[in-house]
């Protein structure tokens, strides 16, 4: 397994030695434990996590990657992207997690990156009921297709110790805390010009950084929201032009060219 991963999800030892979870384990690597005793630890696992678990490496990213592919919108660029991140992948891990002895057990699906270069993870993805919630959280606002389908593999999704990508349970409260922030100073773009922080609703925080990409509901490049960075070490965000949208701006049409933005950033 990853040193990365082995680090990350360390586990309190009975000694009282500290670690990032009370319990955790790997479900690859616990042949003993049921389908049964699973789902009554983590009620809202999906079986398909659990015998993803039990298949060999290759074939738990394989599977893994074309699940991704029936979920997003299909385009020649979404195939080749997401296989370039597969590929970039030796192994798969499905964990269950509980942070502290009386918290709620959590299920993590961990993608570790070849040469040790570290791993993403996420939780389960979003239901129905939890999209639903989401647009009812936030009346009058389209969600890029692109974004909702994401939700539907990992309803919050991140590297390493990241904080990444929001789960929509928290997008509310986050999106209050992130407007009162820009609410003590104007926000504006490398040209000066000011902009309603009401038209920006962060997706993504950077973990101990004041460090957002946030959908811009005032601006459509390609029919849906576009997303664009905010720093709030200046108060500005990403300069908008549409000559040159790329990585260099952080500014994305779409937010699918964001995640692939995202997953390349590999340290």
């Keep these: 397994m990853d040193n990365h991963v ?30 049964e005793e699973v789902h009554k630890m983590v009620p809202s696992i999906c079986k398909g996590w659990y015998e ?27 195939v080749e992207n997401i296989a370039q991140f597969f590929d970039s992948l030796d192994n798969l891990h499905v964990f269950i997690v509980q942070k502290s002895y009386d918290d709620p057990y959590e299920a993590h699906l961990v993608y570790c990156l070849k040469n040790d270069q570290g791993f993403f993870h996420g939780n389960h993805g979003a239901s129905e009921e939890d999209i639903a919630r989401l647009q009812k959280d936030f009346p009058g606002i389209i969600f890029p297709q692109d974004y909702l389908s994401f939700l539907q593999i990992h309803n919050g999704f991140c590297k390493a110790t990241d904080t990444g990508i929001l789960p929509t349970r928290s997008l509310k409260e986050s999106t209050t805390r992130f407007r009162q922030m820009l609410n003590a100073k104007p926000v504006i773009n490398e040209r000066g010009e000011i902009f309603n922080p009401t038209s920006l609703i962060p997706f993504y925080e950077s973990f101990g950084m004041p460090v957002f990409q946030c959908f811009y509901t005032d601006w459509y490049p390609d029919q849906e929201m576009g997303n664009v960075y905010y720093s709030g070490i200046t108060n500005t965000i990403s300069e908008i032009d549409y000559d040159s949208l790329s990585a260099e701006t952080l500014a994305f049409p779409t937010f699918l060219d964001w995640l692939y933005f995202y997953l390349e950033r590999v340290a």
């Design 6 to 35: 082995k680090e990350f999800y360390c586990q309190a030892s009975d000694g009282g030695q500290r670690g990032n979870f009370f319990k955790a384990i790997a479900l690859s690597e616990n042949a003993g434990l049921t389908w």
């Design 52 to 78: 993803l678990s039990k298949l060999p490496a290759r074939d738990r990213i394989e599977f893994t990657r074309d699940f991704w592919l029936s979920k997003l919108p299909y385009h020649q660029k979404i």
